[in-house]
């Protein structure tokens, strides 16, 4: 079978980093506090596999599926940092397969891939929290979806359609209502009123609106395979100016029709404080994405650390090298295939004597995110890409909190130590 690989331009535009570095960062503000989240069990599983053969897939072989999904015999632990401000504690969620937190209007959820290929091991994913979630909604859900085939989340979807939901979808021709295993169907049929984005670029970004009040995004699709095969992120934030935002870029999209560069750059909250904690919300193409995460790393005095599932952009590695060589010290993991192409960043920054690996998941490392100085997180649907920068509809998030970067960290030391020195690069 083939893994879900998003699509990547293979041409580079060679332009300086310095003109990025004009935007204006962040500021910061106040306090929040602490809630919990229970899981609920996970729904059996369809036979059909994700494929979305965009690049060579590294996949084991796919077994057939059992007629009945047993409980996992163990569960995996939950790990966390302490958080950096111990009056304010960070909550933690239980899950069999992934991890958790929460603090006050924000929660994070990362998967926790074992390499199973044996679909009877599919259950307790972070797919759990995002379905508890649309199962509380009472009046609007209002999803972007790259892709769409996961069980739980689907029977959510149409449970709320069911409890008279109003539920709209924004989603990506190709990988979305054209994938051959995609459940848009099941959704369709009963009435809810799917956009798709009808181009060769991609709708990328992956998030959901509930009633108004809370955002989910990150690197997530609402797959299979992203929950249980590879490494990804998930956020949800109870904020209404997050809300506004990522609702004036749905609309653009299912009501005026308007995707990549036809979009016009209008987020109505850019930068924000919600609850003592700096935000700031971009979306691609129309917004200048690049310039504002060149921005972000180039105010690095201690460390940045990566993840990055596709990482082409020269920029954004000049101004790597040029902190490695203030006295930053980087640290990065690359997702294995693709990596050793000559677009890719792993080989400049690998020879210029950066720390950084490929990634040792036998899927798909499918982050997309920075931490800088151990307190700024950059997560969201961007790769680091010119397709993702040019053409696709993207979001990025960037958000200051030590305690939600010390998440993030756990999730990087995590993804590190299963990390593989790279051998066939050839430096000049």
Excluded at 13 to 40: E, I, K, N
Excluded at 53 to 78: F, G
Excluded at 132 to 148: C, G, H, K, P, S
Excluded at 266 to 295: C, H, M, S, W, Y
Aim: aromatic fraction near 8%.
């Amino acid at each position: 079978m083939h893994l879900h690989q998003e699509h990547h331009r293979l041409t580079i535009l060679r332009t300086g980093f310095a003109a990025l570095l004009l935007m204006v960062f962040l500021g910061a503000c106040d306090a929040s506090t602490t809630t919990t989240v229970a899981p609920t069990q996970q729904a059996s599983l369809p036979t059909q596999p994700s494929t979305i053969p965009e690049l060579p897939t590294q996949s084991p072989p796919q077994p057939t599926q059992p007629s009945t999904i047993p409980e996992l015999p163990t569960q995996i632990p939950t790990v966390f940092l302490p958080p950096t401000n111990t009056s304010v504690p960070v909550g933690h969620t239980p899950l069999q397969q992934g991890y958790g937190a929460q603090k006050g209007f924000w929660q994070v959820f990362f998967t926790a891939p074992t390499g199973s290929s044996n679909r009877a091991n599919y259950v307790g994913g972070i797919d759990v929290q995002i379905a508890d979630a649309i199962n509380q909604v009472q009046r609007t859900l209002d999803i972007a979806a790259f892709e769409f085939n996961n069980p739980v989340i689907t029977a959510a979807v149409l449970a709320a359609k069911q409890r008279g939901v109003v539920v709209r979808m924004v989603v990506d021709n190709v990988h979305g209502l054209q994938s051959n295993d995609t459940t848009l169907g099941q959704l369709s049929v009963v009435g809810i009123p799917i956009v798709d984005d009808d181009r060769q670029a991609l709708m990328h970004n992956k998030f959901m609106i509930m009633d108004s009040t809370t955002v989910w995004t990150g690197s997530y699709n609402y797959t299979i395979n992203d929950t249980y095969r590879n490494n990804n992120n998930m956020l949800s934030f109870r904020s209404q100016k997050l809300v506004q935002d990522f609702q004036n870029e749905f609309n653009k999209m299912f009501e005026q029709k308007k995707f990549g560069a036809s979009k016009p750059s209008n987020t109505p909250f850019v930068t924000f404080n919600q609850d003592g904690t700096p935000i700031q919300v971009l979306f691609a193409p129309e917004d200048r994405v690049v310039a504002a995460l060149a921005v972000a790393l180039s105010g690095a005095t201690q460390s940045i650390r990566f993840m990055a599932f596709s990482f082409t952009l020269d920029d954004i590695a000049g101004v790597m090298q040029l902190k490695a060589q203030q006295g930053v010290v980087i640290t990065g993991i690359f997702e294995t295939t693709g990596s050793e192409t000559k677009y890719s960043e792993l080989t400049p920054l690998f020879c210029s004597g950066l720390a950084v690996r490929q990634d040792g998941n036998p899927y798909v490392l499918h982050h997309k995110v920075f931490i800088i100085d151990d307190k700024t997180v950059v997560a969201g649907s961007f790769n680091f890409s010119t397709s993702a920068r040019d053409d696709n509809d993207e979001n990025m998030l960037i958000i200051t909190d030590p305690d939600l970067a010390a998440q993030y960290i756990e999730e990087f030391n995590r993804r590190w130590a299963e990390a593989k020195q790279p051998t066939k690069l050839k430096c000049s």
